[in-house]
């Protein structure tokens, strides 16, 4: 399983919040309400970022060895995630598709308790030659 991991700056300031970004990453940002908020925020928006460059054809960016430069009371923070963990969660959640069918046929269909979503999911794979 590919882990990919990056230094992430964690401003901390006078106002409420976090703010962070990510050095070798960018593009990529993301704050929270406190640290633990804002690391786990962290944390999705590296995964989704690096999903987006993936699907757009990009390899994630290298990540360097030197130790960003920080504010006074930032922190710096190793952020990990798994790439292809996000990828199959992002490419296999339901989504939700209106079809339109005749009336008679969708009453025949209820009262046989068929459900539409593991039908049409079933016909579709058979109709692209895929298995089951």
């Keep these: 399983m590919r882990k990919l991991t990056y230094l992430a700056v ?3 300031d006078e106002c409420p919040g976090i703010s962070v970004y990510f050095p070798d990453v960018p593009g990529c940002v993301s704050c929270g309400d ?3 908020h804002a690391f786990q925020m962290a944390k999705e928006a590296l995964s989704l970022h690096i999903y987006g460059m993936e699907k757009d054809g990009y390899a994630p960016p290298p990540r360097t060895d030197k130790i960003p430069e920080a504010g006074v009371g930032d922190l710096i923070v ?3 995630v798994y790439p292809d963990i996000v990828r199959d969660e992002i490419n296999n959640r339901r989504e939700k ?3 339109t069918i005749p009336h008679w046929l969708k009453m025949l269909a209820e009262s046989e ?3 539409y ?3 049409l999911e079933t016909a579709i794979k058979e ?3 895929l298995a089951s």
Excluded: A, H, K, M
């Design 127 to 129: 109709t692209l030659g």
């Design 113 to 115: 308790g068929i459900n």
């Design 117 to 119: 979503s593991r039908l």
């Design 10 to 12: 964690f401003e901390i």
């Design 78 to 80: 190793p952020v990990s």
């Design 34 to 36: 406190d640290f633990d």
């Design 97 to 99: 598709t209106t079809v």
